[in-house]
């Protein structure tokens, strides 16, 4: 992609990449933002890099703060050619090698324009998923998921049903829904849209179902089409599991919406060391081209704080050139009781997730039908 | 894969996982991991849950046990079949929604000896990668790093037969050159090939370049064709940016040597929560397949202890069923003078990957031979 444009705009054109660095005692911030920088590209100590990689190779410390306490802020830009547009790339310079080290935490990164074309985004974002839902600006949306492992694909669909009865917008897969012999992907995946449908024509409605891919690399594209085949509008993928690339390539090709999991990603969540919540979910999730991020909401059976979700909140729909913003999807233990209270906080782009908590109400379509009223609907 | 036979066999087939789990005061560690057999399969709470599934598909709680002060030793089996042979979904399985949780720390996995087809492991391990660099049995390997990021093709190319001139036995690239316009992908696996086969000419050795394939999901396949097809008999993958089972695929067509890099591995490696540097480096990579694994040793600039880099050692060296086992690839700031050091403790299954302390003596070709020499070669 553009290999002699990269090189002629490598003057202007650069990555920031911001990082809170907690100290130890007798450490030079100035000169853990310099190690940072040679790390992340050229992996040699100064005196090994001729002075031409120098200049035009290595990050350049933009600038360094004191943050708190013993905690700074260094913020490194790298030229775009480094990188290439190339996503997993873009990846590992942010967190690759220094992610074996302690006390770096990613906080932000902007990517300059030239980034637009090479990482497009959300193919549909919030305009296009509401869209697809038949859901007008400034209503909010509701998802369920589709559960346990272990029921066959009918039953599943059964379950898929109930919950486009009582007027669910999206109904998805559980993640860890894969291949399983008790609901082979491509037998559930029929099944639960063919039941889909029959509810949306008993109701009128316009529920979708997300069929989760397996993150299975070699199938995976097969399992896209099939899902796409049967008439699914969008699917639900495991960006870290599967391979974050792979979800830019499935956006690219614009044919099916992407809600975003975020399986594995609490690894990177580490008090001083990892990248922020808000910017991996929030940003690179995004960047990679997911419609809708799933995240694990303050109070529920995860660990991320108020202030965090609202910055991954803030992320998905924030300007960020010509990319469209994404739902923020939270789940992960909402209460249908607790709905008035995080619409009025997070406001109605937001998909809201409810598992359990329709479960355990017993009748389903009834459950449902009291989430959409929570969400006045 | 195989969806009958393992339904068949799911009375006795689990996958028995290992937790240490640090607890705070209140927190009741049997309780925690009955939580987690739960989070990991069915995702709903015990009432929710039908009973047969209850049976059939959540987790086992085998035993919980304390370990020190407030850490827990828990394992839990599940059952074989909800993970169907799907190395994504085992991945999913042992870390994926827990990793949003705090003090969940994966350190073993026992996998059931009907996974040997299904995770064949490494096609040509340390016996097939001695024969391709043709070194016997009991003597040591070394590797060199192409770098730094910047330099052209031809320059790449000439550095790479610097280093065969001086007998490395694998020149590997670094693993952020990927597709930049400084030497695009195709062109720099010709030249560096063509550069080590001339030095091997010259010199009657065996050296082997292994290029570095781009995280890119799109061309993955073809590049490592692009790589084989030049002759390559070994590549540099990073599982965890591309996606692991991207490798346990590349690995089964057992058409070139599979070196792992550990990038972003570190996220795993907080001190109370992830997954431990031994089971991912060295259990898992080996599992997906890597011949050869890459980790920061301990005294260079990352930081695992020694302790962590012999667990790593034994991981990748031990008996596990019909799979071979893997070198270990020291890296990450080891000292040429220290080779004779760090042998004697690792032993001759290892591949000493040597960077900067190469670059930092000026003549590539004399660097090597000093190497080579330290290795008792």
Not at 58 to 81: C, F, K, L
Request: glycine share 10%.
């Amino acid at each position: 992609v553009g290999g002699e444009s990269t090189t002629m705009s490598a003057a202007t054109d650069r990555i920031r990449v911001s990082y809170r660095l907690k100290c130890q005692s007798g450490d030079d911030p100035h000169e853990r933002a310099l190690d940072i920088a040679f790390e992340q590209t050229v992996e040699l100590p100064e005196q090994c890099v001729p002075s031409r990689i120098r200049d035009s190779v290595v990050g350049r410390v933009e600038n360094v703060t004191q943050a708190d306490g013993d905690a700074w802020t260094a913020t490194i830009s790298y030229p775009s050619h480094t990188v290439a547009g190339d996503f997993g790339q873009l990846f590992n310079m942010l967190f690759g090698n220094i992610s074996l080290k302690s006390g770096v935490q990613v906080t932000d990164l902007e990517l300059p324009g030239s980034y637009d074309s090479q990482l497009p985004g959300p193919h549909f974002g919030v305009a296009g998923l509401r869209q697809l839902c038949g859901v007008p600006d400034g209503v909010p949306l509701s998802c369920a998921a589709l559960k346990p492992l272990g029921l066959s694909g009918a039953e599943l669909a059964q379950v898929c049903y109930q919950f486009a009865l009582g007027g669910i917008d999206i109904v998805k897969d559980d993640h860890s829904l894969a291949d399983q012999a008790s609901a082979p992907f491509r037998e559930r995946v029929v099944l639960c849209q063919e039941a889909i449908e029959r509810a949306n024509r008993e109701t009128g409605g316009s529920s979708l179902y997300f069929p989760n891919i397996p993150s299975r690399w070699s199938t995976f594209k097969d399992d896209v089409s099939t899902a796409i085949s049967a008439g699914a509008a969008g699917i639900l993928v495991s960006p870290l599991v599967i391979g974050i690339d792979a979800v830019r390539c499935t956006a690219e090709q614009g044919s099916v919406a992407l809600l975003g999991h975020p399986a594995l990603a609490g690894a990177f969540f580490q008090p001083d060391h990892g990248i922020v919540p808000d910017l991996l979910l929030g940003k690179l999730f995004r960047l990679a081209g997911c419609d809708g991020v799933i995240y694990p909401n303050v109070g529920g059976r995860f660990t991320l704080s108020e202030n965090q979700c609202v910055a991954i909140n803030s992320r998905l729909r924030e300007p960020l050139g010509r990319i469209k913003p994404a739902f923020a999807v939270p789940a992960g233990g909402i209460d249908v009781t607790r709905i008035p209270y995080w619409l009025d906080r997070y406001g109605p782009d937001t998909i809201f997730l409810v598992g359990s908590s329709l479960y355990s109400r017993g009748d389903l379509t009834v459950a449902s039908r009291t989430l959409m009223k929570s969400l006045g609907r």
